[in-house]
């Protein structure tokens, strides 16, 4: 079946750290690829998607995630973290072909130390 | 609304009884989703619908779980007969449904379900 992993459960960081969360995923067809954000109280939000073109792509707050084909992965990123970065991530892919359903990696917990 | 909404934000039942947990598309969007964020099973997808299409209830647990979507927007998950198990964050999601573009999927706040 088709799965997402995410490397790491929990990560802590102090601030102006650099980030880099892992995503692997198990589909060789087209996929969609996302990175979502949970804000302690807060609802999912997308940080950035990956459909197609440039394999870097940029997202909010100065995120990044690189797409490598070759290895099923779409790892996120940021040179360097804010307190306010603290939060939950969750990687996600859509297969397309079959529907739009999201198919979520387990989260990783990050927290920033002031 | 801008945004996708749910109702209530909150339901705490007992065992045994029927809920039903609604959810309010981003108007326009075609495609409703809902989904369930639990503690130790993260976020699993339950039911899908596109458009008039029938809908992908591959993610449905049990039978006790059911769906509908009246007239293309509103949605009602209903759980009958919760267990303790089905505690958890249910979450709803739409999308423009149309082109490449549409697969991104705009999430609610959830409702969050304790059964006693």
């Known amino acids: 079946a088709q799965s997402v992993s995410q490397h790491n459960h929990h990560v802590i960081l102090s601030e102006a750290a650099s980030l880099e969360l892992g995503c692997n995923y198990s589909y060789g067809g087209t996929v969609n690829l996302f990175w979502y954000v949970q804000y302690p109280g807060q609802h999912l939000q997308l940080l950035l998607k990956?459909?197609?073109?440039?394999?870097l792509v940029k997202g909010i707050k100065g995120f990044e995630a690189e797409f490598i084909k070759s290895k099923f992965s779409f790892n996120l990123r940021k040179p360097s973290v804010q307190w306010s970065d603290t939060a939950e991530y969750f990687c996600?892919?859509?297969?397309?072909?079959?529907?739009?359903?999201?198919?979520f990696g387990q989260g990783t917990e990050l927290s920033v130390k002031p | 609304g801008a945004g996708v909404s749910q109702s209530p934000s909150n339901k705490v039942t007992e065992k045994g009884k029927d809920v039903e947990l609604r959810c309010d598309p981003i108007?326009?969007?075609?495609?409703l989703y809902w989904y369930r964020q639990s503690l130790g099973q993260g976020l699993e997808f339950l039911i899908y619908f596109q458009g008039n299409s029938a809908p992908d209830k591959s993610g449905l647990p049990s039978d006790r779980f059911s769906a509908e979507r009246t007239g293309g927007s509103v949605s009602t998950l209903t759980i009958q007969r919760t267990q303790q198990e089905d505690s958890a964050v249910y979450l709803c999601a739409s999308s423009s449904g149309q082109g490449a573009m549409g697969n991104e999927q705009f999430f609610g706040p959830g409702t969050r379900l304790t059964v006693l």
């Open positions: 108007s326009g969007h075609t495609a």
């Open positions: 996600a892919v859509i297969l397309y072909n079959q529907g739009g359903k999201l198919i």
């Open positions: 990956y459909f197609s073109g440039d394999p």
